[in-house]
């Protein structure tokens, strides 16, 4: 009999096994699972050997779906996604609003703003009318420059100098000029009178000197040649050859020119001496106009600093007639609307919303996220005038957390919070979209990751979790 398929050599044929004998019955155990094999993959022989394109696309498409699935639970065990709580809210001022109001008040001039209009910092927004500090302002400037020219020419007067008074002075005060030089003039000429006399007595006594130096060479000369005639006459006198009488007429002569001699010498110290006495006088008198001078110059000084003083006080005054923006930002309400409205002393007639570099987000925050909050934690600031997924958010970090809820008119509690942005403008296309003050918005803030696995397992988590816990 031929041997069948998977039959060992030796074996008998399962017609001729006795199924009551223990080693026929592993044998027919054997027999059965090896032919059940060799059917099983003759089918499949056949199967691929009838249709092989369509066999190896179930193949191929097999292998896609077990490797879909092999990838998938691959990325999503390893692809994070942001985990954020979100809040809705508005933006609010980054700083209080300025209330602007005029110090002296006024009546309004001009308006340059109206309610609603941007404005920039140092941008002039309402000119109030400054006839009266410009009329104040002029009339100090004009005294000023008075007392400039004033205290140039006691100054100069003090120093002994011909006044230069400077080039504004000499622009915007031509008249005081004039009459400062004429007081120049005045007081030189009053200087001159009063030392006049004194200097004519100078003169005189100056030429006392010179005559009296004069006469005392002369009575020097005489006496010398008196004395060399004595001593060419002595000789003769002792030899008999001259008589006596001659000598002693010598001695009388030399004696007398002597007596002559010490009277000049004496009256030229005291010509001297008046001479000195003169000049001293005359410096007196000027030193007197000095002095006087000297005085009425720190008066002037310290009347023209206190005008200088009170002018920067009017120049001040004029420029706050002009009613500027402290800050960037808008223009919130007017309370005077009309040119030719009078506005108060102190008055706040204009209230500007800043806008700063940087906005402001507060928003309501669920209290059952609110564990998952601290400082820092980066945000996106979606502004709900502009389309998010055309315009983009606003990044920013969370910045302060309310301490306690806070209830609402609906008895609804939230936590509040706050959100600083990089910037404070979107951006598209170059286009710049301003965001101001009272615009809504939602908040996402970023308070951790999860993976993608993570985010489909949590329903059966949570699942398990509670039916785990049922009694």
């Known amino acids: 009999m031929q041997q069948m398929a998977g039959q060992s050599p030796g074996e008998k044929a399962p017609e001729d096994l006795n199924m009551n004998n223990e080693a026929d019955w592993q044998a027919a155990q054997r027999h059965w699972i090896h032919g059940g094999m060799d059917r099983l993959g003759a089918r499949a022989d056949r199967f691929f050997d009838t249709d092989e394109d369509l066999g190896l696309s179930k193949h191929l498409l097999m292998l896609g779906i077990i490797g879909f699935f092999t990838v998938f639970i691959l990325w999503a065990n390893w692809a994070a996604l942001d985990e954020v709580t979100r809040g809705d809210g508005k933006v609010i001022p980054a700083s209080e609003v300025q209330k602007i109001s005029s110090l002296e008040g006024g009546i309004v001039e001009e308006f340059f703003i109206k309610k609603g209009d941007e404005v920039k910092a140092g941008q002039v927004l309402v000119r109030l009318s400054d006839v009266a500090a410009s009329s104040d302002l002029g009339s100090g400037q004009a005294r000023h420059l008075g007392l400039l020219a004033t205290v140039t020419r006691l100054q100069a007067e003090v120093a002994g100098e011909i006044p230069v008074f400077p080039d504004n002075v000499m622009e915007g005060a031509p008249q005081s000029v004039t009459e400062e030089m004429n007081s120049y003039r005045a007081n030189q000429d009053k200087i001159t009178s009063q030392t006049l006399v004194i200097q004519q007595q100078k003169s005189q006594r100056e030429q006392e000197l010179r005559e009296l130096q004069i006469r005392a060479n002369d009575v020097r000369g005489q006496l010398n040649l008196a004395k060399e005639e004595k001593a060419m006459v002595a000789p003769l006198v002792e030899s008999g050859a001259a008589p006596k009488m001659e000598l002693l007429q010598l001695d009388r002569s030399i004696k007398q020119t002597e007596t002559e001699l010490n009277g000049v010498l004496s009256a030229i110290p005291r010509a001297k001496a008046a001479i000195k006495e003169a000049e001293a006088q005359i410096e007196d008198i000027k030193s007197q106009a000095r002095a006087q001078a000297q005085t009425e110059l720190s008066a002037k000084m310290i009347e ?131 965001i101001i003050p009272g615009m809504v918005a939602s908040v996402d803030i970023m308070t951790g990751k999860k993976t993608v696995m993570e985010y489909l397992l949590k329903p059966f988590v949570k699942t398990l979790d509670k039916a785990m816990n049922e009694r």
């Open 304 to 434: 023209m600093n206190s005008i200088k003083e009170g002018l920067v006080g009017l120049k001040d005054r004029k420029i706050r007639a002009d009613i500027k923006s402290p800050v960037n930002g808008f223009v919130k309400d007017l309370k005077v609307y009309t040119v030719g409205g009078v506005v108060q002393p102190g008055q706040e007639f204009i209230e500007i919303v800043p806008k700063d570099d940087q906005l402001l987000v507060e928003a309501r925050i669920n209290p059952k996220d609110i564990a998952f909050l601290y400082p820092d934690q980066p945000a996106v600031v979606k502004i709900t005038a502009y389309d998010f997924s055309i315009y983009g958010g606003l990044k920013g970090k969370l910045v302060s957390i309310s301490p306690d809820a806070v209830m609402n008119e609906k008895d609804e509690s939230f936590y509040m919070v706050t959100i600083l942005t990089e910037e404070n403008s979107l951006k598209r296309a170059g286009e710049i979209l301003p």
